[in-house]
C-alpha cells in the first residue's frame, strides 16, 4: 500500500515538512540551502536593522522550476516562488550600506503556499502583483553558501522557464542536460562497501531511477558478489542513504515495464519491502538481471515460471482468493510502486443496502463474468453504438483502433480516489494541489459502486484494501483520522469517513465482511471468469471485442515501443495517455482459465518476457445510406432521434481524419474539409509598422443588428456575410456590406457561443439549449437541455462531430450530418471540478482545450476522449482562448492579463499584462498576435511573438473609438485581410485591409 512507500518521500531532517511531492511533475529538486528571509523594507516602511529583527529562519530548495522556501517554524507554509512568475532573475543586492553585505532578491508576481501547520490541505495560489497586502520582493541571505555561486545555479534556471520554444517535457529536459548530467555519475564510490570481501561486478554502474508513487529518484546501480548497490544522484536527493541489500534477502525477482518501456525491475525482500528501477534501456536491465541470476547467494527458484504451482495450489485450497489475485497481479507486473499499474482487485459485492449480507444469495453478487462497463445493459449500449461509429482499420492514417471503453480500470486517479484520507499528499501532488470536488470525493461504498454502473467515464475496479484484513492500515483508508478539510456537498454535507453500508458495523468490519463474501463459495465458482477478462485471454482482441472488454489500444503491452517515438509531443502524448490513465495488466493466460472446482485442467501460459502488440480487429462495416438515398420530397429533420441506426444517417462520422470504413469515396472529401480547417486556422501574416498599422484599416458604417450586446461574430470566407449572436437572444445572417438581416433565429436566453462549418452549410450555437441552423435553407434543429447548465462553447470538429462545453462543468461530443444532430451525445466528460467558460479545437481536429471558470484550461483529446493534461492558466476565470498556428501552444485571455500564451504541458511562453482599466472585454488570436476590444470601444492588437512582458510596449496598433460602447466581440478572416467587431450597443463593423499599400507597407 502506498503508506508503505512514504519512507522514500522522508527529508534530510526528521522534522522537515519539504517533500518531492510538493514539486510539479517534470520538476527536479537539486540543492538545499541555510537561510535567513526577510520582509521587503521599503513594503513594510521599515528600516532594514529593524527588517532584520523579523528574520524568519529556514531552508531554500532550488528546484528546476522554482525556488521553495521551508520555514523552521511549521506553523508557517512553505512557499514556492515560481521562476515563470519572476519577470527578472534573483539577483544579488545590498540593503545595509554600512555592512556592504549582499543578499538575494527577487520580484514574485504570485506564491504558492503549501503544508502551513504541516497539514495537508490544499494550496494556496496568492497573487502578488498589484496587492496592497503583500509585497513582490523577497529578500534572502545564505548562511553557510556563497551568494554568486547560488546565483550562478539559478539564472540558467530562470532563463529556462522563460524560453517560448520550451513546448514540453522533452524539450525542457533537453534544455536541462547541461545541468542535470554533472548530476548524474556511473562511477561507484568502493567506499560504500559493506564488507570488505566484495568486488565489483562491472567497472562503470548502471543508471537507473528507482521508482515510487508519482516520483522517481536517479541514481546507479552496482552489483557486487554479496549485494546490490543503489547509489542516488544528486538530483532528487533528499539526503538518502545508499541502499544496498543481500541477495540472500530476495525473495522475488521481476521484469517489469514502465511507461510502456521494456526497462524495469522489481525486487521483493523477505521483510516485504519492494523496491522498482526503471534502466535506461531494456539491453541494460537484462544484463542486470542476468548477473544477479548468476549469484549464489540469489534463491535460483527465481528462473522458474510457478503460475501453475500457484493454480494447483489455489484449486486444492492451499491458497486464499486474496492470495491468489495477488499473485496474478504480481505476475501481470502490477505494484504498489507504480500507480500506473497498480494492483487491481475485483468488485464482488452488489448488496450495499441491506442491513445484513447474505454470502448464500448469488444475488448480493456481481455478475464477474462482465466487465464493469458491461454492467448496464444501457450504458453498454452506449458504448457499443459509440464503437460502431468508430473508423476501423485507418491506423496508417494516423487513427487508433475502433475501442468500447475510453477510460480504463485502474489508474492512477482512481487508486488515489480510494486512497486520499490515508496519503491526502499524493491526491494533491497528482491534482496540481488540490482535492477533487466535494461531490466527487470518495464519499460512500454504495455512491461508489453505483456510479460504476452507471457514469460513461466511470469504470474502476477495486485495489487491493478493499480485502487486505492483514494490513497496519486496513481502516485508515475509510476514515478521516487526520481530520482533513475535504470540503462540503451540494447537499451540505460534509465530506468525513466513508459512508459504510447497512451490513457493516464498522470500518474494520466492512474489510472483513468484504474479505469473506472474496473467499465465498460463490466468489470461489465464478473468479476464474474475472481473471479472463483482466489476465486472460478475453483481454484482447477478437475475444475482449466479444466479451465487451475492449480499451483503448495504447493501455496494452506492445501497443506501442516508445522507444523508436522520436517526435516528442507525440512522446509526451503517450507517456500523459499511461500516466493519467493507466494500463492493462501482462497477458498471463491464452485460453480459458479454469475454475477453482475444476481440477486438472489445463491451461496456455502466456510468454513472460516478450511483449507483443495486442491483435488488430477486423474493420468494423456499418452500412450508411447516403441523403440521396431519401425518398424524393422527404424533408430531412435536423436533430436525429438517438434510437435511430446507423443506417438511417446521411452523413460521414470520421474521428479524426477520416470516415467510416464503407465510405472510402467521402474520405477525400472529408480531407479537404480538414485542409480548409487549417487554412483558416493559419497564421494571420500580419508584421505591422508601428507608426502606420493603424491607418490600414478601411472601415464600415456601423450596422445596428441587435439590441442588445453581440457575444459572438464571425466572417464567411468570401467575406460578404457576418454571422452574430447576441444578449437579446438571437442569431443573425447579414450582409457585411450593408447590414441587411438575411436570416434570423431568436433564441429563449442570451446566445453564448457560435461556430460555423468549415463547408459553411450549418452555424451551431448556445444558450439554455443547443441549434443548428441550416444556412441553407434556414431549418433549425435544437436540443433542449443539451447540457445542465448554459452552453458556453460549441466548436465543430469535422463534417459530422462537434463538441459542447458548458457551465455545468460537463464537455460533450456530438455527431451530426445533413438530417440534422443526434440527440444524445456520443461521449460525455464529467471529469472537470468547475464551470465552464469557452472552448477550442485544433487544427485536426484531434485536440480541444477549454476554459474553466476557475483558471485552468484543460486539454482533451478527441480522440480518446479523454483529458490529457490540465493546465493552471489563471487564478481568475478564462474568458476566451485559442489554439496558436501550430497547436503546440495557446493564448487565452482572464480578468488578469490580457493574453498570455502556453505550451500544452503548461509552460509560460509569454504574457501581457495590462492595469485593470486596459483589460479587455474580447481577444481573438493566431498565436502571434492577439486582437483585444475595450469598454472604452478601442480596438488594440498586440505583439505575443516578443514575449514581452510589458503590455505597452507590446501594443503594436491601436484604433480608438472603433464603437461607441463597449466591444464585446471580434473575429479576424482566415487570411487576416479583414476584422469584424460587435459592441456593446448591437452594432457591427468590418474592418478591411487596404488593398493597395498593404503588401508593401505591412510586408505581405
Known amino acids: 500500500m502506498i503508506a508503505s512507500k512514504r519512507q522514500a518521500l522522508g527529508s534530510k531532517t526528521g522534522n522537515s515538512r519539504f517533500s518531492l511531492l510538493l514539486l510539479e511533475d517534470g520538476e527536479f529538486f537539486l540543492d538545499d540551502f541555510s537561510v535567513l528571509k526577510y520582509p521587503d523594507p521599503v513594503f513594510q516602511c521599515l528600516t532594514f536593522d529593524a527588517c532584520i529583527q523579523r528574520k524568519v529562519q529556514g531552508r531554500l530548495k532550488l528546484c528546476t522550476r522554482s525556488i521553495m522556501f521551508e520555514p523552521q517554524d511549521v506553523m508557517q507554509p512553505i512557499l514556492k516562488f515560481p521562476f515563470r512568475d519572476m519577470d527578472v532573475s534573483p539577483r544579488a543586492e545590498i540593503f545595509d550600506e554600512e555592512s556592504n553585505e549582499l543578499y538575494l532578491s527577487f520580484d514574485c508576481n504570485a506564491v504558492v503556499e503549501m503544508k502551513e501547520r504541516n497539514v495537508d490541505h490544499p494550496y494556496t495560489h496568492r497573487v502578488l502583483a498589484n496587492s496592497s497586502v503583500y509585497s513582490t520582493k523577497m529578500i534572502f541571505s545564505l548562511v553557510h553558501s556563497k551568494i554568486h555561486d547560488f546565483l550562478q545555479a539559478i539564472t540558467p534556471l530562470w532563463s529556462l522557464s522563460h524560453k517560448k520554444s520550451v513546448l514540453n517535457k522533452i524539450d525542457e529536459e533537453r534544455f536541462l542536460a547541461p545541468v542535470l548530467e554533472p548530476r548524474h555519475t556511473d562511477v561507484f564510490d568502493a567506499s560504500l562497501l559493506v564488507d570488505f570481501r566484495e568486488r565489483p561486478l562491472y567497472t562503470k554502474c548502471k543508471l537507473v531511477d528507482r521508482i515510487v508513487p508519482l516520483l522517481k529518484f536517479p541514481g546507479a546501480m552496482m552489483l557486487t558478489n554479496l549485494r546490490v548497490y543503489f547509489q542516488p544522484a544528486q538530483i532528487n536527493n533528499i539526503g538518502d542513504p545508499v541502499l544496498n541489500f543481500e541477495y540472500t534477502k530476495v525473495v522475488w525477482l521481476h521484469k517489469r515495464r514502465h511507461m510502456l518501456k521494456q526497462c524495469g525491475l522489481e525486487v521483493l525482500l523477505d521483510d516485504r519491502q519492494s523496491f522498482f528501477y526503471s534502466f535506461r534501456s531494456m539491453e541494460d536491465r537484462d544484463e542486470i538481471y542476468a548477473t544477479m541470476l548468476q549469484q549464489p547467494g540469489l534463491n535460483q527458484t527465481l528462473q522458474q515460471n510457478c503460475t501453475r504451482e500457484m493454480l494447483f495450489k489455489w484449486q486444492h485450497r492451499q491458497v486464499s482468493n486474496f492470495e491468489y489475485l495477488s499473485f496474478l497481479n504480481d505476475q501481470a507486473g502490477r505494484t504498489t510502486n507504480d500507480l500506473t499499474q497498480y494492483p487491481v482487485f475485483p468488485w464482488v459485492i452488489a448488496d450495499y443496502k441491506t442491513d445484513r449480507l447474505d454470502l448464500t444469495d448469488p444475488h448480493t453478487f456481481r455478475d464477474l463474468s462482465k466487465p464493469v462497463g458491461a454492467l448496464n445493459a444501457d450504458r453498454l449500449g452506449y458504448f457499443q453504438q459509440r464503437f460502431h461509429n468508430m473508423p476501423s482499420g485507418m491506423e496508417a492514417e494516423g487513427l487508433p483502433p475502433p475501442f468500447l471503453y475510453g477510460t480504463h480500470y485502474s489508474t492512477p486517479g482512481y487508486v488515489l480516489f480510494y486512497l486520499v484520507r490515508m496519503a491526502p499528499e499524493y491526491m494533491l501532488c497528482l491534482q496540481n494541489g488540490k482535492f477533487d470536488a466535494p461531490d466527487r470525493l470518495f464519499r460512500s461504498i454504495a455512491d461508489t459502486y453505483q456510479s460504476c454502473l ?551
Open 454 to 1004: 452507471t457514469n460513461h467515464a466511470d469504470l474502476k475496479e477495486l485495489i487491493p484494501a478493499f480485502y487486505d484484513t492483514d494490513s497496519p492500515h486496513v481502516c485508515e483508508w475509510l476514515q478521516n483520522t487526520r481530520n482533513l478539510d475535504l470540503g462540503t456537498t451540494q447537499t451540505l454535507a460534509r465530506v468525513g469517513d466513508v459512508d459504510l453500508p447497512p451490513w457493516a458495523d464498522s470500518a474494520h468490519d466492512f474489510v472483513e465482511k468484504h474479505r469473506e463474501a472474496l473467499e465465498c463459495d460463490y466468489v470461489s465458482e465464478h473468479l476464474h471468469e474475472w481473471i479472463d477478462l483482466i489476465f486472460g485471454y478475453k483481454q484482447q482482441g477478437a475475444e475482449a471485442l466479444a466479451a465487451n472488454n475492449l480499451f483503448y489500444y495504447l493501455s496494452y503491452e506492445g501497443a506501442v515501443n516508445l522507444e523508436t517515438v522520436t517526435d516528442p509531443v507525440d512522446r509526451c502524448s503517450f507517456e500523459a495517455q499511461i500516466q493519467e490513465f493507466g494500463q492493462t495488466p501482462k497477458l498471463l493466460f491464452q485460453s480459458p482459465h479454469p475454475a477453482r472446482s475444476q481440477v486438472g485442467m489445463d491451461v496456455s501460459l502466456a510468454p513472460m518476457d516478450v511483449a507483443t502488440p495486442p491483435p488488430v480487429l477486423p474493420s468494423v462495416s456499418t452500412r450508411l445510406t447516403s441523403e440521396e438515398d431519401l425518398p424524393e420530397g422527404v424533408e430531412q429533420p435536423l436533430v436525429a432521434s438517438s434510437s435511430s441506426s446507423s443506417s438511417s444517417w446521411g452523413f460521414k462520422r470520421p474521428t479524426l481524419s477520416s470516415t467510416f470504413s464503407g465510405l472510402t469515396k467521402n474520405v477525400s472529401g472529408f480531407k479537404a474539409s480538414l485542409r480548409r480547417r487549417c487554412m483558416e486556422r493559419s497564421s494571420w501574416g500580419w508584421t505591422f509598422d508601428y507608426t502606420t498599422a493603424a491607418a490600414m484599416w478601411d472601415e464600415s458604417l456601423p450596422h445596428f443588428l441587435h439590441s442588445k450586446a453581440i457575444t459572438c461574430v464571425s466572417l464567411s470566407k468570401d467575406m460578404k456575410t457576418v454571422f452574430t449572436t447576441s444578449d437579446d437572444g438571437t442569431f443573425k445572417i447579414s450582409s457585411s456590406d450593408d447590414g441587411v438581416v438575411r436570416r434570423s433565429y431568436t433564441c429563449a436566453g442570451p446566445v453564448r457561443c457560435l461556430d460555423v462549418s468549415a463547408d459553411e452549410k450549418y452555424a451551431f450555437f448556445g444558450s439554455a439549449d443547443l441549434y443548428m441552423f441550416a444556412l441553407e435553407t434556414g431549418r433549425v434543429g435544437k436540443l433542449s437541455l443539451a447540457h445542465a447548465a448554459a452552453v458556453t462553447g460549441v466548436c465543430v470538429v469535422d463534417d459530422s462531430k462537434f463538441v459542447t462545453c458548458s457551465l455545468d462543468g460537463t464537455i460533450k461530443v456530438w455527431q451530426y450530418g445533413p438530417m440534422g444532430m443526434l440527440s444524445t451525445p456520443t461521449f460525455v466528460y464529467e471529469g472537470c471540478d468547475c464551470a465552464l467558460t469557452c472552448l477550442d479545437v485544433n487544427s485536426d481536429g484531434s485536440i480541444a482545450l477549454v476554459g474553466s471558470e476557475n483558471g485552468s484550461v484543460y486539454v482533451f483529446d478527441l480522440r480518446s476522449n479523454d483529458i490529457i493534461s490540465k493546465v493552471r492558466a489563471s487564478d481568475t476565470a478564462i474568458q476566451t482562448l485559442r489554439f496558436g498556428m501550430t497547436g503546440a501552444t495557446f493564448t487565452c485571455m482572464s480578468s488578469s492579463y490580457v493574453a498570455a500564451t502556453f505550451a500544452l504541458n503548461g509552460a509560460a511562453v509569454s504574457t501581457l499584462r495590462a492595469s485593470p482599466k486596459d483589460v479587455p472585454g474580447c481577444m481573438v488570436s493566431d498565436g502571434e498576435f492577439a486582437l483585444t476590444g475595450s469598454d472604452d470601444g478601442g480596438v488594440y492588437i498586440w505583439q505575443l511573438n516578443e514575449g514581452d512582458k510589458n503590455a505597452l510596449k507590446a501594443c503594436t496598433v491601436s484604433i480608438p473609438h472603433s464603437h461607441k460602447s463597449a466591444v464585446t466581440a471580434l473575429n479576424v478572416s482566415g487570411n487576416g485581410q479583414s476584422i469584424v467587431s460587435g459592441g456593446g450597443d448591437g452594432s457591427v463593423r468590418v474592418w478591411a485591409m487596404r488593398k493597395k499599400s498593404a503588401r508593401s507597407r505591412l510586408g505581405f
